[in-house]
Nanobody, 126 residues
Framework: VQLQASGGGLVQAGDSLQLSCGAS????????VGWFRQAPGKEREFVAA?????????VYTDSVKGRFAISRDSAKNTVNLQMNSLKLEDTAVYYC???????????????????WGQGTLVTVSS
């Protein structure tokens, strides 16, 4: 199983960016998929997740609610993270992760996920 995160880059504050997570060896529809991020000198933190089999079950960390949107494209077997109104504090390496049996209460916990991508860097400048 391999996850591949892509779409990162250098943008200005207020801009938008879309990250994409692709997978080989698993079908995203059957997995809960999460996005996490790690800023320099900080611990990895949860950003957003979408539940397996249920595109309507999505959770976000408070700091990105209303700005970020996670979605799943089953035809392409990808999970995307649309990031709008980016802020300086959104600068981080973003990781996607997939978990086979993630209960709702664990969607924000990195320990609940089985597979991780390599990360893609998002840099927001002023």
């Amino acid at each position: 199983v391999q996850l591949q995160a892509s779409g990162g880059g250098l943008v200005q504050a207020g801009d938008s960016l879309q990250l994409s997570c692709g997978a080989s060896g698993l079908t995203f529809r059957t997995y809960t998929v999460g996005w996490f991020r790690q800023a320099p000198g900080k611990e990895r933190e949860f950003v957003a997740a979408i539940k397996s089999y249920n595109n309507n079950n999505r959770v976000y960390t408070d700091s990105v609610k209303g700005r970020f949107a996670i979605s799943r494209d089953s035809a392409k077997n990808t999970v995307n993270l649309q990031m709008n109104s980016l802020k300086l504090e959104d600068t981080a390496v973003y990781y996607c992760a997939a978990g086979r049996s993630v209960i709702d209460l664990s969607m924000k916990r990195n320990q609940a996920y089985d597979y991780w991508g390599q990360g893609t860097l998002v840099t927001v400048s002023s």
